[in-house]
């Protein structure tokens, strides 16, 4: 019979946040694979686990991807763990978890902290519908080219971002999504934890004044801004509405008031589609 393959989360700073299933997991785990055996070794001396340590990290995923597979395939339980919080949530690790899944090997999650959803959940943004950016791109073209892509993106978004790039960032985002709402998240969990709240022009005012260290996770709201409907999307609109009986009229006010735009207009397109005139038609 296969092992099986915990994805175990471990605490983004606070040693308590572990969850009693993952202390025991941890413990009859013939195996942890980890980012680094260093930081993990810290975790585990703290509660007493002495199971083995292999490192597993972006370096060598592939590699020893095989290697840990080989041994879920003659029966032993691994344990899969990062430097902090869920892992393969902007870590390695989702590579390991398709070769299992591929080899029929039971892959079980131990849920528990996240940085994303500790920030969201004192964010006080609309958490309903969230979108997970993980780090934007270190080089500005290519991370201002992801802003842009972004712009008329509605949902909430969660970004993570390293100290010495906030700065830059920040700045590409003010310019870019405008002066959005957003909460700035220091060392969530930690002896130092803080959280800016405001608009972009004014939490990159706070961070002139002081230095951001540590790890740092951001919450922006999303964007406002209704989309112009484009003729295409109006015609596609009218169509829908005309096979269920409408009359031109009340298509007219309808759209109208649901795209806030002309009626006068849409009473235009309406009869042109009625008769034929509008490409398609």
Request: a positive charge.
């Amino acid at each position: 019979m296969p092992g099986t393959l915990y994805i175990v989360a471990t605490p983004i700073g606070n040693l308590e946040d572990i969850t009693l299933r993952a202390l025991r997991v941890l413990k009859e785990a013939d195996l942890i694979a980890a980012e680094d055996t260093r930081h993990t070794k810290h975790l585990l001396d703290h509660y007493g686990i002495r199971a083995p340590l292999t490192s597993y990290h972006e370096h060598n995923e592939k590699t020893k991807g095989h290697a840990l597979v080989a041994r879920l395939q003659r029966g032993e339980k691994i344990a899969l763990v990062s430097d902090a919080g869920t892992p393969t949530l902007s870590d390695p690790g989702y590579r390991l978890v398709r070769e299992a899944a591929k080899a029929e090997i039971p892959v079980v999650p131990i849920p528990g902290p996240s940085a994303m959803t500790a920030a969201l959940s004192v964010s006080g943004l609309p958490t309903d519908r969230f979108v997970f950016e993980g780090f934007l791109p270190a080089k500005k073209k290519e991370r201002r080219e992801r802003l842009n892509g972004l712009r008329e993106e509605k949902r909430t978004m969660v970004f993570y971002e390293a100290p010495h790039r906030l700065k830059e960032s920040l700045g590409d985002l003010f310019e870019i999504l405008g002066d959005r709402e957003v909460v700035l998240g220091r060392e969530i969990t930690k002896v130092f934890e803080e959280f800016l709240r405001g608009r972009l022009s004014e939490v990159i005012a706070e961070i002139q004044r002081k230095e951001p260290r540590g790890e740092l996770t951001l919450v922006v709201k999303g964007s406002e801004e209704k989309r112009a409907p484009s003729e295409d999307d109006l015609i596609a609109e009218i169509r829908r509405l005309r096979r269920k009986g409408l009359r031109v009229k009340e298509i007219a006010e309808l759209l109208g008031e649901k795209f806030s735009y002309p009626k006068r207009e849409i009473y235009r397109l309406a009869l042109a589609s009625e008769t034929g005139s509008l490409h398609n038609a």
